[in-house]
């Protein structure tokens, strides 16, 4: 990553090429030059191929099948040339009136992310919106259904936000939490302890580091956050409008999305515990 401080921007730089031959450990070393501070480019799609790796059980030292290698170099050629990315380094604007954070979180099968905007509102009444941070995890190898990959990366978001506010030292006059699954706002809704364990643990730390009224719904074609859990590639990134400023909505003047819709289905009542009861009798001979 350079810095460019006459326009002020952030460019990314990948000296990286296409080889015939690579073992997996020349791989892991490749994907730890993918270094981007604050997620701007995710290399998610890096870590989805170091999984699969994984899955393969190669050794560290041997070589990568023809067809692997194939995938391998056509991630590396749709890696972002010089100066083809450009990020304004100051995420404020002048002369503002109003500021807000704006969070997203997605999953699928293969990964989860989230990701943070700011939004400005100058006394002009102009409205500008502005990446500030974002994160993902590929999904872990063990079988889990969409509704806990959701719950974590709802959990990413939370600790996300938590730890970007204090950094930041802004006045805000708003902090919203977005996610488009239904059964994860159901389930931050109920009481931790009338769920399942993996969901109750999780639920328990995302109300303890933010406020339910904080989260709202959002539709999945306008949440930003599904780049990072379908793992977009980095030069598909360079005219994407949603990952850069977010979802159209945060340049209206109520920026906010659903409140609390409820599921249409009954799934997020598959991780409430059972209540089992048991009765007995006291004979007294």
């Known amino acids: 990553m350079l810095w460019k401080p006459q326009p002020d921007q952030l460019t990314f730089k990948v000296s990286m090429k296409k080889k015939d031959s690579l073992t997996k450990r020349e791989v892991l070393s ?18 989805i191929f170091m999984q699969s790796l994984l899955l393969q059980k190669l050794d560290w030292n041997d070589n990568l099948p023809i067809i692997v290698l194939q995938v391998w170099n056509d991630f590396l050629v749709k890696l972002p040339g010089d100066n083809e990315i450009k990020v304004p380094r100051y995420i404020l604007s002048d002369d503002v009136t109003k500021m807000e954070l704006h969070g997203f979180s997605d999953a699928s099968k293969r990964a989860y992310g989230a990701v943070i905007y700011i939004r400005c509102v100058t006394h002009s009444g102009l409205i ?15 079988t889990i ?12 978001l939370a600790r996300l936000m938590h730890n970007i506010v204090p950094v930041l030292d802004l006045l805000l006059d ?8 239904k059964i994860v706002l159901a389930w931050l809704n109920m009481q931790p302890y009338v ?9 328990a730390k995302i109300q303890s580091l933010c406020s339910n009224s904080q989260w709202r ?8 956050a599904d780049v990072l859990s379908r793992g977009a590639d980095a030069k598909d990134l360079r005219d994407n409008d949603l990952w850069w400023q977010g979802p159209e909505f945060l340049l209206r003047d109520i920026a906010d999305p659903e409140e609390y819709p409820c599921p249409k289905d009954k799934t997020f009542q598959q991780e409430l515990k ?11 001979d």
């Open 274 to 284: 059972r209540n089992v009861t048991v009765s007995c009798a006291v004979i007294n």
């Open 145 to 156: 259904t969409v509704p806990r990959l959701e719950l974590s990366a709802a959990l990413l």
């Open 30 to 47: 490749q994907i730890a030059r993918l270094y981007y501070p604050l997620g701007i480019i995710g290399p998610v799609k890096a870590k």
């Open 217 to 224: 719904h959002v539709s999945s074609k306008c949440n930003p």
């Open 128 to 142: 500008q919106t502005k990446l500030v941070c974002s994160k993902s995890r590929v999904a872990p190898l063990k």
């Open 174 to 181: 708003k902090i919203c939490l977005c996610t488009d699954s």
């Open 195 to 203: 769920l399942k364990t993996f969901v109750s643990n999780r639920v």
